[in-house]
């Protein structure tokens, strides 16, 4: 196991690369570049190309560092995405300078939301990071470090002053604990943040907050008192940790998952030391591979509940009745959900950002004229949700409360806070003269700055016409221009290469840049820049790979690509709570009331007591207008128990009543019918002759390496499957399911290339035109550079077009199709199909999947479905029809923010106004058609500047498409729409959803609908409103509490989830199966269905036998060891599911391995109900129904013994009683000392009984048995 180094802390501080440093030096040569170098010091107002922004900004710092003035630069642009972008070429072009981001909040200051952990815990780090600098270079300056390295531009300035007014004590504190171990001078700190980050009002304390420092080996550590702290610094406690801000404590292991940490921590203590930290999967909760040395815990709110804060809190209890529910939480020191909204309020002063920068530290602000449009709506927007969010809150028609000082500040504000005495940049790609000036961009520019042109043009846009760019470059070489092509991935560079080099055009690749590029070459690299430029003057050129390939890096790829697990035993999200429908095999179905404890005693002369645990099930009663009879099923018997899904809420059976045996009887006829037509399938396939493709080869690497994302476990599992069918000569059909965004796509992807790659043609099948759209894009941005050839085939597409398309698939030239149904039409044929993709294969009708069948005969089929397939269908058709399921989101996606209340016109115009502020784009749910287009109308009164369209099922099919089409290019903000865009829809850019009367549809429902947004980067908002005028009726109200509770990705999917497997199943196995499904439960369903496929292919006989196995020993999970009671049933859960006849060999250890890793090692019940664990297994595996103690005797049967067996018993245990005719033996259990054995010696005496008497089982391999349910 390696040890990292490092720490789990300050995700976002990165070092910055030095790739294009040459470039500086060699823009230098361009005299007003030049000049525009010689402002470092001052105020001043650049016009220049986009492409010029970064390396001008990197030259500045580098001038600053020559003329010894402080090398801090605080960057403001006009979106998230723009500082993202920017901070990426920064780290090409700064040499050796941290960059880091300080994000704005996703929700807006009077918003009663609370920013994620995440966000704040990078902001908090940023400022930390200015704080130290300051200090670190006042110990430098004490120290007389030299400012200037040989080699290395260092940092400078007399920056202590920045301390003043700022906790000079704490500056000095820091600056004293530097110099005392050695101080160095701190290298450039660049810091980039939206307009909307720069304009909010911070906490004037934020960086006094030490964050929690935890060290492997360190003493002295108390669990108790370090909670505590943690509650101070807003961490939530819980039973398992599942999102940044929480933590959990059990017995001596705390984990906690740190506001900027990659993945959650496991500290692990004894006693009052810490033994180890590792990181651990939230997906499985299982510890990683990885150990860290130590780990910091910052805040992970902004307002943190100090004595001050709760004391203010509990006086404004008595001001504002109305508010008295969230200020009596904050005075009780609870976090709550939008408490940040009342921060004004609660804190005495609120500061601007600059408060923070260092003296002397410059300002830039990027394309100033966005930058002030958007500060504008910025305010207008956030007064908006002033007056939505409080004067509901506050019964009044003004918010009493006075919150005006957490209104986002101006930009004259921002600018008069920065002072004098620090630099103001503008860059701008307008001339000064020619920009249309207004007062805003007045207070950013100013009148009396030095005004300084860069002379430089923009390089023309090819739009992915790779031939128009490479005409463009040599027209530039052969003039003797220097060219530099960059581009993110390194497949795109050696393409770059092979490209030019066909040409016979001079082209290098170069790790970095050179500072004195040669005139008539071509230098190739691999980085991150924003967009290219061109200076005649110099003649030299930059062009992205935007310009060059058409295809927007768009992300950093060092940022994002992280180490992923191939780990798949997902925490189960469907736990039992009191009062849910469960079905028991036996006696039907009843309802949980309780997990119990009872003390059970052998009988019998010398009573051996111990305790158990049960779960208490209750049923209907035997006799009218009595109480439900009772069932205690113990924990070791769960695996007989499913939760009940299936319809509406089902009668209760009867115990011992004939109805729950007939519905069985019905089910499991209708389960034998399925399974003979899925053996028979599978047994056609398996005749039938496929193509193998070969292993993968360096080009299949390469497109792989260039994903920009990291891979979820199950996308690397899935994906290793795919391969792997394709490389049997049987062909390939595979089930591909998982929800929208969770990574189908991509599997695809690969899969289509290797098919490419052996000269074989692909055909992608999708129900809808915006399908076809997107995944045309999604493949040719992924296959870009490489000579693959696709085309889309549907009603977008011209005759001509269609022409070309079908003789291209005819000749070979296309190697690929992405299509509707028109691909299954008769006049297509194909040179050499080797793969078919089919998207959403249960929306294609009958005779399309006729036409497919055709298509199909002895190619590969990948389908993939939105919907999910349970996990025990999946294993219940193991080897028959082969499955996988992607059910990991993927890291980065957030939860969705989701908002429960009145329908209000102000909180509609407000929420639809924030998210045209980012950009982005809304639904909104109406599920009327009679009355859709004048909901649209009054959202068009309401919010006159955006652009609405209206989309249900009523429209003709082409115009709906139309309508869709146009959402996804963004030509409208607000789609106005009933559920139709419930499922497949696939748009990252609309992340606000706003569903009206959402009383009136069911959960599962709510569940689809508010899956459609959250799938960008943006933080997503759901909006579920109800009309305040019509009473909600009590499911109504639970539904939509329920709906605001679970806005996990995964979690909030428990009753979902289970909805949409049913359709999934339906899909699979045909819709006619619904009746059986509600009459015995989807579970049992799904269990018969795998028993009936395996008695077909003669793997066991069909029907579990129930095992009675009751031992007096003491093994059950103690509370002091779990306790929560929905993690200790899920611990049985797991355990029952490792000991069935059917599991592999050390499964039951595992779950023991889990046990440990997770809570500590197991008291001796939990070692003694593993090793139970075990002897159940042995026992239902050698066929037994019973192994029960009976007084001092242990019962055992069914047995039926040959004579040399009997012989052999009557040898070993004399008094030993075998009863032929009952088919059962009882042999008297061993005492010592006329004491009982010992708990874990009668487990392994009772082992060895059964060992003597019946033969081994011959074991079951991991490969052989289906996968642990998850």
Same mark, same amino acid.
């Given at each position: 196991?390696?040890?990292?180094?490092?720490?789990?802390?300050?995700?976002?501080?990165?070092?910055?690369?030095?790739?294009?440093?040459?470039?500086?030096?060699?823009?230098?040569?361009?005299?007003?570049?030049?000049?525009?170098?010689?402002?470092?010091?001052?105020?001043?107002?650049?016009?220049?190309?986009?492409?010029?922004?970064?390396?001008?900004?990197?030259?500045?710092?580098?001038?600053?560092?020559?003329?010894?003035?402080?090398?801090?630069?605080?960057?403001?642009?006009?979106?998230?995405?723009?500082?993202?972008?920017?901070?990426?070429?920064?780290?090409?072009? *700064?040499?050796?300078?941290?960059?880091?981001?300080?994000?704005?909040?996703?929700?807006?200051?009077?918003?009663?939301?609370?920013?994620?952990?995440?966000?704040?815990?990078?902001?908090?780090?940023?400022?930390?990071?200015?704080?130290?600098?300051?200090?670190? $270079?006042?110990?430098?300056?004490?120290?007389?470090?030299?400012?200037?390295?040989?080699?290395?531009?260092?940092?400078?300035? $007399?920056?202590?002053?920045?301390?003043?007014?700022?906790?000079?004590?704490?500056?000095?504190?820091?600056?004293?604990?530097?110099?005392?171990?050695?101080?160095?001078?701190?290298?450039?700190?660049?810091?980039?943040?939206?307009?909307?980050?720069?304009?909010?009002?911070?906490?004037?304390n934020l960086t006094e907050h030490e964050p929690v420092r935890l060290v492997t080996g360190g003493r002295g550590y108390d669990l108790a008192r370090l909670v505590g702290e943690l509650v101070e610094l807003a961490y939530s406690r819980v039973d398992m940790v599942t999102r940044r801000g929480e933590f959990a404590v059990r017995g001596g292991i705390l984990d906690i998952f740190p506001a900027v940490s990659e993945h959650p921590v496991r500290v692990d203590f004894f006693g009052?030391?810490?033994?180890?930290?590792?990181?651990?999967?939230?997906?499985?909760?299982?510890?990683?591979?990885?150990?860290?040395?130590?780990?910091? #815990? +910052?805040?992970?709110?902004?307002?943190?509940?100090?004595?001050?804060?709760?004391?203010?809190?509990?006086?404004?209890?008595?001001?504002?009745?109305?508010?008295?529910?969230?200020?009596?939480?904050?005075?009780?020191?609870?976090?709550?959900?939008?408490?940040?909204?009342?921060? +004004?309020?609660?804190?005495?002063?609120?500061?601007?950002?600059?408060?923070?920068? +260092?003296?002397?530290?410059?300002?830039?602000?990027?394309?100033?004229?966005?930058?002030?449009?958007?500060?504008?709506?910025?305010?207008?927007?956030?007064?908006?949700?002033?007056?939505?969010?409080?004067?509901?809150?506050?019964?009044?028609?003004?918010?009493?409360?006075?919150?005006?000082?957490?209104?986002?500040?101006?930009?004259?504000?921002?600018?008069?806070?920065?002072?004098?005495?620090?630099?103001?940049?503008?860059?701008?790609?307008?001339?000064?003269?020619?920009?249309?000036?207004?007062?805003?961009?007045?207070?950013?520019?100013?009148?009396?700055?030095?005004?300084?042109?860069?002379?430089?043009?923009?390089?023309?846009?090819?739009?992915?016409?790779?031939?128009?760019?490479?005409?463009?470059?040599?027209?530039?070489?052969?003039?003797?221009?220097?060219?530099?092509?960059?581009?993110?991935?390194?497949?795109?560079?050696?393409?770059?290469?092979?490209?030019?080099?066909?040409?016979?055009?001079?082209?290098?690749?170069?790790?970095?840049?050179?500072?004195?590029?040669?005139?008539?070459?071509?230098?190739?690299?691999?980085?991150?820049?924003?967009?290219?430029?061109?200076?005649?003057?110099?003649?030299?050129?930059?062009?992205?790979?935007? /310009?060059?390939?058409?295809?927007s890096a768009g992300y950093d790829a060092r940022q994002v690509k992280k180490l992923a697990t191939r780990r798949k035993n997902v925490v189960d999200p469907l736990q039992l709570k009191t009062g849910d429908t469960v079905v028991h095999q036996t006696h039907g179905i009843g309802k949980f009331l309780e997990l119990v404890q009872r003390e059970v005693s052998s009988g019998g002369r010398n009573p051996v007591k111990s305790t158990r645990e049960y779960l208490l099930i209750e049923?209907?009663?035997?006799?009218?207008?009595?109480?439900?009879?009772?069932?205690?099923?113990?924990?070791?018997?769960?695996?007989?128990?499913?939760?009940?899904?299936?319809?509406?809420?089902?009668?209760?059976?009867?115990?011992?009543?004939?109805?729950?045996?007939?519905?069985?009887?019905?089910?499991?006829?209708?389960?034998?019918?399925?399974?003979?037509e899925l053996v028979k399938l599978y047994s056609a396939r398996m005749a039938s002759k496929g193509y193998a493709f070969g292993p993968d080869t360096p080009w299949q690497r390469e497109l792989e390496e260039a994903f920009p994302f990291a891979e979820t476990p199950d996308q690397l599992t899935t994906i290793d499957e795919v391969k792997a069918d394709m490389e049997r000569p049987i062909p390939m059909d595979r089930l591909l399911a998982g929800d929208v965004g969770f990574g189908?796509?991509?599997?695809?992807?690969?899969?289509?290339?290797?098919?490419?790659?052996?000269?074989?043609?692909?055909?992608?099948?999708?129900?809808?035109?915006?399908?076809?759209?997107?995944?045309?894009?999604?493949?040719?941005?992924?296959?870009?550079?490489?000579?693959?050839?696709?085309?889309?085939?549907?009603?977008?597409? $011209?005759?001509?077009?269609?022409?070309?398309?079908?003789?291209?698939?005819?000749?070979?030239?296309?190697?690929?199709?992405?299509? $509707?149904?028109?691909?299954?039409?008769?006049?297509?044929?194909?040179?050499?199909?080797?793969?078919?993709?089919?998207?959403? /294969?249960?929306?294609?009708?009958?005779?399309?999947?006729?036409?497919?069948?055709?298509?199909?005969?002895?190619?590969?089929?990948?389908?993939?479905?939105?919907?999910?397939?349970?996990?025990?269908?999946?294993?219940?058709?193991?080897?028959?029809?082969?499955?996988?399921? #992607?059910?990991?989101?993927?890291?980065?996606?957030?939860?969705?923010?989701?908002?429960?209340?009145?329908?209000?016109?102000?909180?509609?115009?407000?929420?639809?106004?924030?998210?045209?502020?980012?950009?982005?784009?809304?639904?909104?749910?109406?599920?009327?058609?009679?009355?859709?287009?004048?909901?649209?109308?009054?959202?068009?009164?309401?919010?006159?500047?955006?652009?609405?369209?209206?989309?249900?099922?009523?429209?003709?099919?082409?115009?709906?498409?139309?309508?869709?089409?146009?959402?996804?290019?963004?030509?409208?903000?607000?789609?106005?729409?009933?559920?139709?865009?419930?499922?497949?829809?696939?748009?990252?850019?609309?992340?606000?959803?706003?569903?009206?009367?959402?009383?009136?549809?069911?959960?599962?429902?709510?569940?689809?609908?508010?899956?459609?947004?959250?799938?960008?980067?943006?933080?997503?908002?759901?909006?579920?409103?109800?009309?305040?005028?019509?009473?909600?009726?009590?499911?109504?109200?639970?539904?939509?509490?329920?709906?605001?509770?679970?806005?996990?990705?995964?979690?909030?999917?428990?009753?979902?989830?289970?909805?949409?497997?049913?359709?999934?199943?339906?899909?699979?196995?045909?819709?006619?199966?619904?009746?059986?499904?509600?009459?015995?439960?989807?579970?049992?369903?799904?269990?018969?269905?795998?028993?009936?496929?395996?008695?077909?292919?003669?793997?066991?006989?069909?029907?579990?036998?129930?095992?009675?196995?009751?031992?007096?020993?003491?093994?059950?999970?103690?509370?002091?060891?779990?306790?929560?009671?929905?993690?200790?049933?899920?611990?049985?859960?797991?355990?029952?599911?490792?000991?069935?006849?059917?599991?592999?060999?050390?499964?039951?250890?595992?779950?023991?391995?889990?046990?440990?890793?997770?809570?500590?090692?197991?008291? /001796?019940?939990?070692?003694?109900?593993?090793?139970?664990?075990? #002897?159940?297994?042995?026992?239902?595996?050698?066929?037994?129904?019973?192994?029960?103690?009976?007084?001092?005797?242990?019962?055992?049967?069914?047995?039926?013994?040959?004579?040399?067996?009997?012989?052999?018993?009557?040898?070993?245990?004399?008094?030993?009683?075998?009863?032929?005719?009952?088919? *059962?033996?009882?042999?008297?259990?061993?005492?010592?000392?006329?004491?009982?054995?010992?708990?874990?010696?009668?487990?392994?005496?009772?082992?060895?009984?059964?060992?003597?008497?019946?033969?081994?089982?011959?074991?079951?391999?991991?490969?052989?048995?289906?996968?642990?349910?998850?």
């Amino acid at each position: 196991m390696e040890r990292k180094p490092g720490a789990v802390s300050g995700g976002s501080r990165r070092i910055g690369g030095v790739i294009l440093q040459g470039l500086i030096p060699a823009l230098s040569r361009a005299s007003t570049f030049d000049r525009a170098l010689a402002e470092a010091g001052r105020d001043a107002d650049f016009s220049l190309t986009d492409g010029l922004r970064a390396p001008l900004l990197a030259g500045l710092l580098a001038q600053r560092a020559e003329r010894r003035l402080p090398q801090v630069l605080f960057v403001v642009t006009a979106t998230g995405r723009d500082s993202e972008s920017l901070r990426a070429s920064l780290e090409c072009l *700064a040499p050796g300078a941290e960059i880091l981001e300080f994000p704005a909040w996703e929700t807006l200051p009077h918003e009663r939301l609370s920013p994620s952990a995440e966000i704040v815990g990078k902001r908090i780090a940023a400022l930390r990071r200015l704080d130290e600098w300051t200090a670190e $270079t006042a110990a430098a300056d004490a120290a007389g470090v030299p400012a200037v390295a040989a080699d290395v531009i260092g940092g400078t300035g $007399t920056a202590a002053s920045g301390a003043a007014g700022k906790g000079a004590k704490a500056a000095a504190k820091k600056a004293a604990a530097i110099a005392d171990s050695g101080p160095k001078r701190p290298r450039p700190l660049i810091v980039v943040a939206s307009v909307r980050a720069a304009l909010q009002p911070l906490a004037d304390n934020l960086t006094e907050h030490e964050p929690v420092r935890l060290v492997t080996g360190g003493r002295g550590y108390d669990l108790a008192r370090l909670v505590g702290e943690l509650v101070e610094l807003a961490y939530s406690r819980v039973d398992m940790v599942t999102r940044r801000g929480e933590f959990a404590v059990r017995g001596g292991i705390l984990d906690i998952f740190p506001a900027v940490s990659e993945h959650p921590v496991r500290v692990d203590f004894f006693g009052d030391e810490i033994e180890t930290i590792r990181g651990f999967s939230v997906a499985d909760q299982r510890s990683l591979e990885n150990q860290f040395d130590h780990v910091e #815990l +910052p805040p992970s709110r902004e307002l943190l509940l100090s004595e001050s804060v709760k004391q203010r809190a509990r006086e404004m209890q008595h001001e504002f009745p109305s508010l008295s529910g969230l200020l009596e939480k904050i005075g009780q020191g609870i976090p709550v959900e939008g408490m940040e909204s009342l921060a +004004p309020a609660l804190l005495d002063r609120l500061v601007t950002v600059t408060h923070y920068l +260092p003296a002397g530290a410059a300002i830039a602000v990027i394309a100033p004229e966005r930058v002030a449009s958007r500060a504008v709506s910025l305010t207008e927007t956030n007064r908006e949700f002033l007056s939505a969010a409080w004067n509901a809150a506050t019964a009044g028609a003004e918010a009493p409360i006075d919150l005006a000082s957490g209104e986002f500040i101006t930009l004259n504000d921002l600018r008069d806070a920065a002072g004098i005495h620090r630099p103001w940049w503008t860059l701008s790609t307008f001339d000064s003269g020619t920009a249309s000036v207004d007062e805003h961009l007045e207070a950013i520019v100013g009148t009396d700055v030095h005004y300084v042109r860069i002379q430089a043009d923009a390089v023309p846009s090819f739009q992915g016409n790779v031939e128009g760019a490479l005409e463009h470059v040599a027209s530039r070489m052969h003039d003797g221009w220097s060219v530099a092509v960059v581009a993110a991935g390194n497949g795109l560079v050696e393409r770059a290469a092979d490209v030019l080099a066909e040409r016979e055009l001079a082209a290098r690749v170069v790790e970095q840049y050179p500072a004195d590029p040669e005139p008539g070459i071509a230098y190739l690299v691999k980085a991150t820049v924003e967009s290219g430029f061109e200076l005649p003057e110099i003649k030299l050129a930059l062009i992205s790979e935007n /310009e060059f390939y058409g295809r927007s890096a768009g992300y950093d790829a060092r940022q994002v690509k992280k180490l992923a697990t191939r780990r798949k035993n997902v925490v189960d999200p469907l736990q039992l709570k009191t009062g849910d429908t469960v079905v028991h095999q036996t006696h039907g179905i009843g309802k949980f009331l309780e997990l119990v404890q009872r003390e059970v005693s052998s009988g019998g002369r010398n009573p051996v007591k111990s305790t158990r645990e049960y779960l208490l099930i209750e049923y209907a009663p035997s006799k009218r207008g009595y109480p439900g009879d009772k069932l205690y099923v113990p924990t070791d018997q769960l695996d007989l128990l499913t939760r009940y899904v299936g319809g509406e809420a089902p009668a209760l059976s009867k115990m011992g009543g004939s109805d729950w045996s007939a519905a069985k009887t019905k089910a499991r006829k209708a389960v034998r019918d399925i399974a003979v037509e899925l053996v028979k399938l599978y047994s056609a396939r398996m005749a039938s002759k496929g193509y193998a493709f070969g292993p993968d080869t360096p080009w299949q690497r390469e497109l792989e390496e260039a994903f920009p994302f990291a891979e979820t476990p199950d996308q690397l599992t899935t994906i290793d499957e795919v391969k792997a069918d394709m490389e049997r000569p049987i062909p390939m059909d595979r089930l591909l399911a998982g929800d929208v965004g969770f990574g189908k796509t991509e599997v695809a992807v690969r899969a289509a290339f290797k098919a490419i790659q052996e000269g074989k043609q692909v055909a992608m099948l999708v129900p809808t035109t915006l399908l076809v759209r997107q995944h045309l894009e999604t493949f040719t941005e992924r296959f870009a550079g490489f000579p693959v050839h696709t085309r889309a085939l549907s009603r977008f597409q $011209t005759d001509k077009e269609a022409r070309e398309t079908i003789k291209g698939l005819e000749d070979g030239t296309i190697d690929m199709v992405i299509g $509707t149904h028109r691909i299954l039409a008769e006049a297509m044929t194909f040179k050499d199909l080797g793969l078919v993709i089919i998207d959403e /294969e249960q929306r294609f009708g009958v005779e399309h999947k006729d036409k497919l069948k055709k298509l199909k005969t002895n190619v590969d089929i990948l389908s993939m479905s939105a919907t999910p397939i349970p996990r025990t269908l999946e294993m219940a058709v193991t080897g028959i029809r082969e499955m996988s399921t #992607l059910a990991t989101p993927p890291e980065d996606r957030h939860p969705i923010l989701t908002y429960v209340g009145p329908n209000s016109d102000r909180q509609i115009a407000a929420a639809i106004h924030r998210e045209m502020l980012r950009e982005g784009q809304v639904f909104f749910v109406h599920n009327r058609v009679s009355s859709i287009n004048r909901v649209a109308s009054h959202i068009a009164e309401l919010v006159p500047d955006a652009r609405i369209a209206v989309a249900h099922g009523q429209l003709p099919e082409h115009l709906l498409e139309q309508v869709i089409v146009d959402f996804w290019e963004r030509k409208f903000d607000v789609l106005v729409s009933t559920t139709i865009i419930e499922t497949g829809l696939d748009i990252p850019n609309a992340n606000t959803l706003i569903i009206d009367r959402a009383d009136k549809y069911g959960l599962s429902q709510l569940h689809q609908l508010r899956g459609r947004v959250g799938r960008g980067r943006e933080r997503a908002y759901a909006y579920f409103l109800y009309d305040e005028l019509k009473p909600l009726s009590e499911t109504a109200h639970d539904r939509l509490s329920t709906i605001a509770a679970n806005n996990e990705l995964g979690s909030g999917m428990q009753v979902a989830l289970k909805d949409l497997e049913i359709r999934g199943a339906g899909n699979l196995l045909g819709g006619e199966q619904s009746g059986h499904i509600a009459g015995v439960g989807f579970d049992l369903y799904l269990r018969m269905i795998g028993e009936a496929v395996s008695t077909f292919r003669g793997d066991v006989a069909e029907g579990q036998t129930e095992l009675r196995l009751e031992l007096p020993v003491d093994a059950h999970i103690p509370e002091d060891y779990v306790d929560s009671e929905r993690l200790r049933l899920e611990a049985y859960q797991k355990l029952s599911t490792a000991s069935s006849p059917s599991a592999a060999d050390g499964q039951i250890d595992q779950v023991l391995e889990e046990l440990t890793d997770r809570y500590g090692e197991p008291p /001796e019940q939990v070692t003694n109900l593993i090793t139970v664990s075990k #002897l159940r297994r042995l026992a239902q595996r050698t066929g037994l129904s019973e192994v029960v103690a009976m007084g001092s005797n242990l019962r055992v049967a069914p047995a039926a013994l040959a004579d040399s067996v009997q012989a052999r018993l009557r040898r070993m245990y004399p008094t030993a009683k075998y009863m032929g005719a009952a088919a *059962a033996l009882s042999v008297p259990m061993p005492v010592v000392n006329g004491h009982p054995l010992p708990d874990a010696e009668l487990i392994a005496w009772v082992e060895s009984l059964l060992g003597a008497i019946f033969p081994a089982p011959a074991p079951v391999s991991a490969a052989a048995a289906p996968a642990p349910a998850e």
